[in-house]
Nanobody, 127 residues
Framework: QVQLVESGGGLVQVGDSLKLSCAAS????????MGWFRQAPGKEREFVAG????????RYADSVKGRFTISRDNAKNTVYLHMNNLKPEDTAVYYC????????????????????WGQGTQVTVSS
């Protein structure tokens, strides 16, 4: 079992940067793929970024490529989302997610493939 707690959200201006963190409990963290999703008001939750447990493979939604970077520190049981050049359309609740399958080169992009979820952290980008 893995428990996830996000932090780092807040209110920022257009063009600003923000770093989200997701702290995980449980020894399984180092072996499982992790991801970030977001849900804007009135919209479905969508994939943002994913990273393999080996940290060698990452995936991004087209809308954030070149602006967001996902990383993880397995020694600290933490995954990060570095967000640069934020736009109003990035406003959403951001969720951290973890898979239950141990695989060093796997990255998940579908919500249904993740087993563990955090409670979310709000990011608001003001113009």
């Amino acid at each position: 079992q893995v428990q996830l707690v996000e932090s780092g959200g807040g209110l920022v201006q257009v063009g600003d940067s923000l770093k989200l963190s997701c702290a995980a409990s449980g020894r399984a963290f180092s072996y499982i793929p992790m991801g970030w999703f977001r849900q804007a008001p009135g919209k479905e939750r969508e994939f943002v970024a994913g990273i393999s447990s080996s940290q060698t493979i990452t995936r991004y939604a087209d809308s954030v490529k070149g602006r967001f970077t996902i990383s993880r520190d397995n020694a600290k049981n933490t995954v990060y989302l570095h967000m640069n050049n934020l736009k109003p359309e990035d406003t959403a609740v951001y969720y951290c997610a973890g898979d239950a399958i141990s695989n060093p080169v796997l990255v998940r992009t579908a919500q249904s493939e993740y087993n563990y979820w955090g409670q979310g952290t709000q990011v608001t980008v003001s113009s």
